[in-house]
């Protein structure tokens, strides 16, 4: 008998517990250490046991716990709780980074929930201290300072805000009363006046939004598919007005101000020029030939050199398209993809976000309807099919019917790239003679051509990808997206290399002849000009005149007549219009450099395009009979533009850097590369005096090793931005598995509490999945979860193991215990797999059925061992003092001994036909600890009691 | 600007900038869409108490181009109007710019879910999803199929199994659904 035994037998129903279980008092407390239990039950445990052995002081300190002792119980076990270790696998990132960045957001979010469940604070003048707190939650901890934003965020109503405001404004009042020092006030100042500009700004640019009513038109007929357009549209308008003012000022304006001569002077403007950018317009600022390769000194004493700001301004006009589109794009992905899983909630986003609510009209309205039952409807009829596969005929036809269309479509484009190839290189001439001299139709023969493939070409791969049958209508509308881009990316390439061919070049000047200068990048520009142009007009009169106007005229016309019952109006075309508008913008990148002002073509040719198509719209098309997903396709037009930009501005560099310049006209025609003027500017400050030191920054900065480490540095950048980004994706995945695991963790402690509250008044316990072994067994199965946490070892798991009353001790084992074992993981976790084996051995194996259950989350499964109270510590029939000690803390943080009738417990305990449950065990003897403390106040119980 | 000064004082027009995601003109907008509502009852100035003493009968709101189609509209206006049927301005503020473009996901969220909750108990239980349901499709769907759609939704929202979504699960779903920022969205 050690000290704890003797100090036990004090208490009366303890000692009767000991006495009935307890053989061997030494076992009392190797119980206490299961690391002991394990060496000596299992040998299988002794290498890999994490848990330490309780320094032998600890062990025998002879007290029972103080009411904190007691209160602190329950906050380990919710610590222990598999939404809490969880965070600790994730090496504490969960505990440290997020609370402190969250912790207001928290706090807010908070308030939020409790502002649904009090609903809103309703008109009513509010008491001063909840405006308080609601200010103390919204402001900035160390100025004081309510940002608007986060004012605006707050879902109450206008007359809490108008409050609060208020309340902010009055601490601002009080604070500037106060003496503080001239730099506090300085840099307060700054900070407000910062503030105050950042709003400003935002505010000018939410002025500055265009076109709001008439995309609210569009919006309110036809939902926000076909608004998505019009706003795609504005999107390419607005950037190509800083794009425009950009060029103009630093290429077109300095030439403008000194023009060299023509060398043709006798051309003049007939008008005709407009549409084939050649004749008249060849010579102006329109095109590269015509800049100088000098400098200019319109204003006397400045020099402005020509083909250095030619190079630049493109190249600042691409930096400049760049920043804007890669913003665009990114924030479009974030939102669409990164925040949003559709797959995931298929049946949410149908449900909650299915209505749009900027629908203004009665008929798109009943139209809204239709198509949310139809789509409901639609993957109601899917998920029923999802369970049947397509059979290995089926699987064939699909595959020799995909097959075919892709071979139609790639033979197709082929067919089509190479006409456009050897139309440029020898039918061209042939065709220009078929033509009898007709001047324009020569010059925009090729135009006319590509703007053909254009038309029609989308319109087939619609078709083709149609009897393909997809699934679904998203993997439908993608593929279309795919082969159309390419098709289109393809036509431009080739005219890209056919110009920049070096054979082509002589041969297409030979051809070309005469009257023009030899200056294949003006040619390339004219071609390109005219490409825009030309697609213009079939845009508007093909697609928009003929196929929306001319068939709304046609439905009129032939209304109610039998065989035209299924003739409707046109519905937009949002995916075929909108590759267009990314098939003229990739033309205006590629002809920038060689044709300056394309820019500001592109800016009238949208701003037309604008009220054109949203006319036609409007009075000829009928709303969509299917649903637009609009975020992630918005998403993939944008993509696609950043795609096409890349791909321009490579093209572009080749040019600056590989391809020989005319030399007969441009900036560049006395060097070998238009590349060189740099070179050349570097050399020339190199020549001068102080061009010493500028020199040797610049051979440090092209140095091989310079350029090395500035690619290892951007290399190291990326892994490390990398694995952050894989580091949060982790975090975010594990802060999920917690907010599921939170919900577990409650119904737990919830049935806890119940359980300790039908034990203390005597009823027998709820009968529910949980409580498996009703009364005569009170057990209380802790692992009624559906997961559980990984969980690295940690000294307080020990605690938390013993601490479960998880498995009763004093009744026979007849009901069954509920066990999780993951199949995939008993080879892996020694912890929880051999002590299962340890214990189903020791313990009596006719009277335990152990369930396996298998985990939704393999996981988070190793926070069973924190939960899975060694049994072998049972089956060695000794349930030792210190666990005694341990339910004690349990037990009295959980019922509040105040309310605890002393007799009633020892009534139950001894009216029990199959023992003293061990919760009840532990309240008696919690309060007989609490009778013998207070009678003898020893030495060592003192601190933090009652 | 005249004009500006005699619907609004600074101050006001100031806090309402501050509290909502609108700019003065947007604000002088939305009040031009207040008094075409009911010209008698609403004045042009608004200085004063006005903006929170002058009140209109939710039908009026709920008939307004901007909410007439929409299934929801009863439920957006008595959200609005703090479960009172009467709107003042400043509600009819605060509504739109719940909807407007600028408003982020966790405000719309917020509105959403309040909207959806049609018994107001702070849950969507069945029977808020089903009345969602036929609202959205307009009684084009029948029961069977309504109650199967029900139970997919809230399998897929649930996490504590209590058969019905809470703030926090409607949350977590709803920020992950890429469509409902462009759809709970009225342009003004």
Request: charged content about 20%; proline content about 4%.
């Amino acid at each position: 008998m050690n000290v704890y035994d003797t100090e036990l037998e004090e208490h009366p129903i303890v000692t009767q517990q000991h006495q009935n279980y307890s053989t061997n008092g030494e076992l009392g407390y190797q119980g206490y250490t299961p690391a002991a239990v394990y060496q000596g039950n299992n040998e299988l445990d002794r290498d890999d046991d994490p848990y330490q052995p309780y320094p032998q002081d600890a062990l025998l300190r002879n007290r029972m716990p103080t009411a904190r002792e007691a209160a602190s119980g329950i906050e380990e076990i919710i610590m222990e709780m598999p939404s809490r270790t969880i965070s600790r696998g994730m090496g504490g990132h969960i505990g440290t980074m997020v609370n402190a960045t969250l912790a207001r957001r928290s706090a807010s979010r908070y308030r939020k929930r409790q502002l649904v469940t009090q609903g809103t604070f309703d008109g009513i003048e509010r008491p001063n201290d909840e405006i308080q707190e609601l200010y103390e939650e919204l402001a900035d901890e160390q100025t004081g300072e309510i940002d608007n934003e986060e004012l605006r965020q707050f879902p109450v109503s206008m007359a809490v805000k108008k409050q609060v405001r208020s309340h902010a404004n009055e601490n601002r009042e009080k604070k500037k009363s106060r003496t503080v020092g001239s730099f506090k006030i300085w840099r307060y100042n700054m900070s407000i006046k910062w503030r105050h500009f950042k709003q400003d700004t935002k505010k000018f640019a939410q002025n500055f939004r265009l076109w709001q009513h008439d995309l609210k038109q569009v919006e309110g007929h036809f939902g926000t598919g076909v608004s998505s357009y019009f706003t795609f549209l504005r999107g390419l308008f607005l950037l190509s007005i800083p794009s425009f003012i950009f060029n103009f000022a630093f290429i077109s304006l300095p030439q403008l101000l000194q023009q060299p001569n023509r060398t043709d002077p006798n051309i003049t403007f007939t008008g005709e020029e407009l549409l084939t950018g050649a004749n008249w317009l060849t010579e102006t600022i329109m095109y590269y030939g015509y800049y100088i390769n000098g400098t200019i000194e319109a204003i006397p004493g400045s020099e402005y050199d020509m083909p250095l700001a030619y190079l630049l301004a493109t190249a600042g006009y691409f930096v400049l398209c760049l920043i804007l589109i890669v913003r665009t794009t990114a924030s479009s992905f974030r939102q669409n993809y990164v925040d949003g899983r559709s797959d995931y909630n298929n049946f949410i986003s149908k449900v909650f976000c299915a209505w749009d609510f900027g629908i203004t009209s009665e008929t798109a309205a009943k139209l809204q309807h239709k198509t949310i039952t139809t789509e409901l409807k639609e993957i109601l009829s899917e998920q029923r099919r999802s369970g049947e596969s397509r059979d290995f005929q089926e699987k064939l036809k699909f595959f020799s019917l995909r097959l075919l269309t892709w071979t139609l479509y790639l033979s197709l484009t082929g067919g089509c790239m190479a006409l456009v190839y050897f139309v440029n290189d020898f039918l061209l001439d042939d065709i220009k003679k078929g033509l009898g001299g007709i001047v324009i139709l020569e010059q925009i023969a090729l135009a006319l051509i590509v703007s053909s493939i254009n038309l029609i070409m989308p319109i087939i791969i619609n078709l083709l990808t149609h009897l393909e049958k997809y699934k679904y209508p998203r993997h439908e509308i993608y593929i279309a997206v795919f082969r159309n881009y390419i098709l289109k990316m393809g036509l431009i390439a080739v005219i890209c290399a056919f110009w920049t061919d070096d054979e082509l070049k002589s041969t297409s000047n030979d051809n070309n002849g005469s009257a023009t200068v030899e200056c294949w990048e003006t040619e390339l520009g004219q071609e390109i000009y005219r490409l825009v142009i030309i697609d213009f007009l079939f845009t508007i009169f093909f697609a928009t005149f003929c196929a929306e106007f001319l068939r709304k005229l046609l439905v009129l016309l032939l209304d109610g007549k039998e065989m035209c019952r299924k003739l409707d109006r046109a519905e937009f075309a949002i995916v075929n219009s909108v590759m267009d508008l990314i098939y003229g913008q990739t033309l205006c990148w590629i002809g920038v450099f060689f044709c300056p002002l394309l820019a500001g073509i592109v800016f009238i040719k949208y701003f037309f395009m604008f009220y054109i198509k949203k006319v036609s719209v409007m009075q000829n098309c009928r709303p969509s009979r299917k649903r637009w997903r609009g975020g992630q396709s918005q998403t993939i037009f944008i993509g696609l533009l950043l795609l096409s930009f890349l791909l321009s501005a490579i093209f572009l560099c080749v040019v600056v850097f590989r391809e020989v310049p005319s030399t007969a006209c441009g900036p560049y025609r006395d060097q070998d590369r238009s590349y060189d003027v740099v070179v050349n500017l570097f050399n020339s400050l190199y020549a001068t005096s102080s061009g010493q030191w500028f020199a040797t920054i610049m051979d440090i900065i092209f140095s091989v090793w310079f350029l090395y480490s500035v690619a290892a540095g951007l290399l190291v950048w990326a892994v490390i931005k990398s694995s952050e980004a894989k580091g949060y994706e982790e975090l975010v995945r594990s802060l999920r598995a917690q907010i599921e695991l939170q919900g577990d963790d409650k119904q737990l402690l919830l049935k806890w509490l119940q359980s300790t509250v039908a034990n203390q008044n005597g009823k027998p316990p709820p009968t529910g999945g949980a409580f498996q072994g009703g009364k005569e067994n009170h057990v209380i199965p802790i692992l009624h979860h559906r997961d559980s946490a990984k969980s690295t070892p940690c000294p307080s798991r020990s605690a938390s193991a013993r601490n479960s009353p998880k498995h009763d001790i004093n009744a026979p084992m007849t009901g069954d215990v509920l066990t999780y074992v993951d199949p995939q993981h008993v080879q892996a976790s020694h912890l929880v797999g051999e002590r299962m084996m340890a214990t189903t051995s020791f313990s009596n194996p006719s009277q335990i059925s152990l369930r396996q259950r298998e985990h939704k989350d393999p996981l988070l499964h190793k926070a069973l061992a924190n939960q899975q109270r060694p049994r072998s510590m049972f089956v060695e029939g000794v349930p030792s003092s210190y666990d005694t000690q341990r339910r004690n803390s349990f037990a009295g943080a959980s019922v509040d001994l105040e309310d605890l009738d002393t007799e009633t417990v020892y009534e139950e305990i001894l009216s029990d036909p199959n023992g003293p449950s061990p919760l009840l065990l532990a309240l008696s003897a919690k309060v007989q600890a609490e009778k013998s403390q207070s009678s003898e106040q020893r030495p060592g119980y003192g601190r933090g009691g009652y | 600007m005249g004009n500006q000064q005699t619907t609004f004082s600074q101050d006001q027009l100031d806090r309402y900038q501050d509290c909502t995601y609108f700019t003065a003109s947007e604000i002088l907008r939305l009040h031009k869409k207040f008094r075409q509502l009911s010209p008698e009852l609403v004045p042009t100035d608004m200085t004063g108490n006005k903006c929170t003493d002058v009140l209109l009968p939710a039908s009026l709101v709920e008939g307004m181009p901007e909410l007439k189609d929409n299934p929801f509209a009863d439920r957006i206006v008595r959200v609005f109007s703090d479960g009172t049927s009467l709107v003042n301005f400043e509600n009819f503020l605060c509504m739109f710019s719940a909807f407007s473009e600028q408003a982020p996901c966790e405000v719309k969220a917020f509105y959403a879910f309040r909207i959806y909750d049609a018994d107001e108990d702070q849950f969507l239980n069945e029977n808020d999803l089903v009345w969602t349901l036929q609202r959205l499709t307009g009684g084009h769907l029948n029961k069977e199929e309504i109650d199967l759609v029900v139970k997919k939704v809230l399998e897929e929202a649930e996490m504590d199994d209590d058969a019905r979504i809470s703030f926090m699960e409607f949350e977590h779903v709803i920020y992950r659904s890429p469509d409902f920022l462009s759809t709970f969205h009225i342009r003004i």
